[in-house]
């Protein structure tokens, strides 16, 4: 059964916006969107904190990135490397589903290499995006209302913090150093990281794709997790000017289900597409809470879903179809629903699709190269 969704506790949400309510923290922090806990300067860091805001939870040390007063401010001729930073996570609720598909967390770490003289040393920055709650509730809905509507707690965000704040984190990451930038540079790719975390409010796991190939598939649908922004921030970087030439591939993890058309838009205001909605995730929440022996046995069992097949007799109900939540830029409201009919073989959940390389413009991709990053997969897990 869906847990009755929470009455708001305080902070009003209009209903042109949003159909459902959120928790309480939430709608007090995003609904203020230039206010939030000053970050006290330290010594020698009053030109890089001064407009550090922390609108997240009392634990959490990143600054956000919601507007260029709120990021920081390099030297323009200072020079900086860029490091891709990857490290498998655990999870809220989704523990053994996040280490049975890899799952890892990414950012990037930039770090001064040559200071300009007379200006202040900048310490290392580790720039990220990440869901607010990771675990099931970025991927489905935390409730549905009595009125059928789905109700998500997927919001993420973009910050920036010093790095040593995740030294832990850091120390027992995959490091990559794939070039450097000038402060100039990374002075523009910050007006673009505002820019990207304002069109990627929510937390999406899932790709639509023509074929289970990362650099060869189309497009329909596309995710939006920490690999995206890594991705695009390299690419973004790479487009303005800083010098990266790494040839070696920087893995991430993708999840894909796999048609051969667009996907059609459904209208929650139609009885029909509502219940098509709430009746996917519906068969979908069991699977958060299960342990999977291995890959097959978490392959298997979200064919099944998908398919409406039953595990005693194999027989499928219904065309194998997904739904797919798109949550749209920040402010467009309450997001929309896509539907997609299925083709073999459904989605990517091999290994060596589970982990590809990014697709970086400077790059030069080589035939065959499935499989280069599948052993960032873990491949068995015992059940707890």
Sequence with gaps: MWPKPQEPQSVPVSAKHFSFTMQFW???LSSLPTQGIRV????????????????????????????????????????????????????NGLKSLSTLLSFTHSALVVTETRQVVGSE??????????????????????????GGIPIWENQAVVGWRVASDKGEWLQGANRTTVGTATGRILNQWF???????????????????DSTNAATRKSYMGDSVCHSFTEWSLSDLFRLGADFSIQRPLCRNYFAFITDRSPSRL??????????????YQQLQPLTSHSFHDI????????????????????TSKTAEVVLFHAGPEGSGPGEYFRANLVKPYFGVKPSQLAQRMILPWQHIPPNVEGECETQVVRTLTPW
């Design 121 to 146: 040393e900048t310490p290392p920055l580790l720039f990220e995006y990440f869901a607010r709650d990771f675990g099931p509730k970025a991927i489905l809905p935390a409730a549905i209302s009595d």
């Design 267 to 280: 209208d929650l205001t139609t009885p029909a597409d509502s219940q098509s909605i709430v009746e996917f």
């Design 26 to 28: 939430w709608l007090a």
């Design 296 to 315: 097959a046995d978490f392959a298997s069992n979200l064919l099944r879903t998908v398919r409406g097949e039953t595990r005693e007799t194999g027989e």
């Design 191 to 209: 007006r673009e990281v505002v820019l990207w975390g304002r069109r990627h409010p929510a937390y999406t796991l899932f790709n639509l794709w």
């Design 40 to 91: 006290q300067d330290g010594d020698g860091l009053q030109r890089l904190w001064g407009s550090c805001v922390q609108p997240w939870l009392p634990a959490e040390t990143a600054c956000s990135a919601r507007s260029m007063s709120e990021m920081p401010s390099l030297p323009d001729e200072a020079v900086y490397t860029v490091e891709y930073a990857s490290h498998p996570i655990s999870s």
